[in-house]
């Protein structure tokens, strides 16, 4: 199998400025993905793909490749797939090679495991799946119960059968996360999406899927490294 991760790494991040390069226990979360990725050995290729000539040096200084600028797809309105769709035909043409699993590691997901990186490999080609893609199961937070509202600011519920019932009776309810995303060059270049027919979830600790978007995540990631002991020399 020739295999190949792509690290999306935009430098344009709103929410959290240059979040991709935040450094999460002493360590960039650029770092978190390339070095788990590295330590997988699961790659005959891993590149970063990102639009800016730091966030490649970065790159470069911790041994990855990085042999292209991400020229296309790196603006607020482009979603994480087509900017991966654009960066494996970028890798196609520059290596000359076919890449028959391609797996995307998204650096602001930074606690997820290289033995659960490696299952998500073993089970995509093994069953031939379309692709699979990272999720966890909600636990306190249960959307069962979940309320918008309206213009007046009263409540409504979006399952209003569901509010008076225990939490042991719901049905279980998952997320997606955006730790782990698997599928072939066939399948990518074909729909542009890891979306593809008949992808599954393939469900993960909700720790490996914390998914840092804003400062609340971040602050969470970081109590959980402090909890795990993680503390890295960069």
Do not use: H
Not at 13 to 42: C, G, Q
């Amino acid at each position: 199998m020739n295999r190949i991760a792509i690290i999306p790494a935009r430098a344009g991040s709103k929410r959290i400025p240059d979040k991709n390069i935040l450094p999460l226990s002493n360590k960039p979360l650029l770092f978190w993905a390339i070095d788990v990725a590295l330590e997988t050995k699961m790659f005959d290729r891993i590149i970063v793909s990102t639009d800016s000539e730091y966030y490649a040096e970065l790159a470069k200084s911790r041994g990855i490749e990085c042999p292209f600028l991400r020229n296309k797809y790196y603006d607020d309105n482009t979603n994480v797939s087509q900017a991966t769709t654009y960066s494996l035909m970028q890798a196609k043409d520059f290596y000359d090679e076919n890449f028959s699993t391609v797996v995307q590691l998204m650096p602001n997901c930074p606690l997820r495991k290289v033995n659960t990186i490696k299952e998500f490999i073993f089970e995509f080609e093994a069953e031939e799946k379309s692709s699979l893609i990272s999720a966890f199961e909600f636990g306190w937070m249960n959307p069962n119960w979940a309320y918008e509202l309206n213009k007046e600011g009263y409540p409504k519920p979006l399952f209003p059968k569901r509010i008076t019932e225990r939490s042991q009776d719901l049905p279980k309810l998952y997320c997606p996360s955006g730790a782990i995303w698997v599928t072939s060059q066939l399948n990518l270049l074909k729909y542009k999406k890891f979306y593809t027919p008949g992808w599954k979830f393939k469900i993960i600790p909700w720790d490996e899927a914390i998914d840092i978007d804003d400062s609340s995540d971040f602050e969470m990631a970081e109590t959980l490294c402090i909890k795990k002991n993680i503390f890295n020399e960069v």
